[in-house]
């Protein structure tokens, strides 16, 4: 079955600087990887995608790049406000079930 | 559209006990997720349904955990009897199209403690 790994497992940076959490994959047939964001006490939401066929996406602050040949994707912040304080999920899609990373602890100090 | 919701969002119960989460998915998804978290193992998939339909159920740890989707617009996951490592947050998820290529959307999920 698919594995997802995922990197630091926690993360501090100053307000205004970039963050970058990275993951990789083991199944090389997954083809869709979503990231989600969760806040204390709350559910997961999805705050960007990529799917197989595309390197790059950016979405504002948010982008993601994919590297199919290494199986590794990530997870790019510009410009961090406290607001982005939260535990981010890297996730690979494999036969309609979507397998998570352990997470990443981000802080962002002000 | 209200979102996932989820019921209750906490209970306390002791070991032995029945315990019976309950769901309702969003309006028209045709997938619902059932997922714990816990500090030691992250977020795991227990079960999903398509069309109210079992599809794959490899991640619910063992018998004691039980899913149903009676229609639509109900889920439940149950425990019995109840264990204390069965304490976790529990979360239901729903989406439109194939489950695994579309956006999941989390309800705000069940924090349970069997002591």
């Known amino acids: 079955g698919e594995n997802v790994e995922q990197h630091p497992s926690t993360l501090s940076v100053q307000e205004g600087d970039s963050a970058v959490i990275k993951c990789t994959y083991s199944d090389s047939a997954s083809n869709y990887f979503p990231w989600y964001k969760q806040e204390l006490g709350k559910g997961p939401q999805l705050i960007i995608d990529i799917r197989s066929n595309v390197g790059e996406k950016k979405d504002q602050r948010i982008a993601v790049t994919l590297n199919k040949t290494a199986k590794h994707f990530s997870l790019h912040i510009t410009e961090t406000q406290p607001e982005d304080s939260a535990v981010y999920f890297c996730?690979?899609?494999?036969?309609?079930?979507?397998?998570f990373g352990p997470g990443t602890s981000l802080s962002v100090i002000p | 559209d209200a979102g996932v919701i989820q019921s209750p969002r906490h209970e306390v119960t002791e070991m032995g006990q029945e315990v019976t989460l309950r769901c309702k998915p969003i309006?028209?998804?045709?997938?619902l997720f059932w997922y714990r978290q816990t500090m030691m193992r992250g977020l795991e998939l227990l079960i999903y349904?398509?069309?109210?339909?079992?599809?794959?159920d490899s991640g619910m740890p063992e018998d004691r955990f039980s899913a149903k989707m009676p229609n639509a617009s109900f889920s439940t996951l149950k425990i019995q009897p109840s264990e204390p490592r069965d304490s976790a947050v529990y979360f239901c998820?729903?989406?439109?199209?194939?489950?695994?290529?579309?956006?999941?959307?989390f309800g705000p999920g069940t924090r349970l403690t069997v002591l």
């Open positions: 309006s028209g998804h045709d997938y």
């Open positions: 996730a690979a899609s494999l036969n309609d079930k979507v397998i």
């Open positions: 998820a729903s989406n439109l199209l194939a489950g695994a290529t579309d956006t999941q959307y």
């Open positions: 349904f398509n069309n109210n339909v079992p599809i794959d």
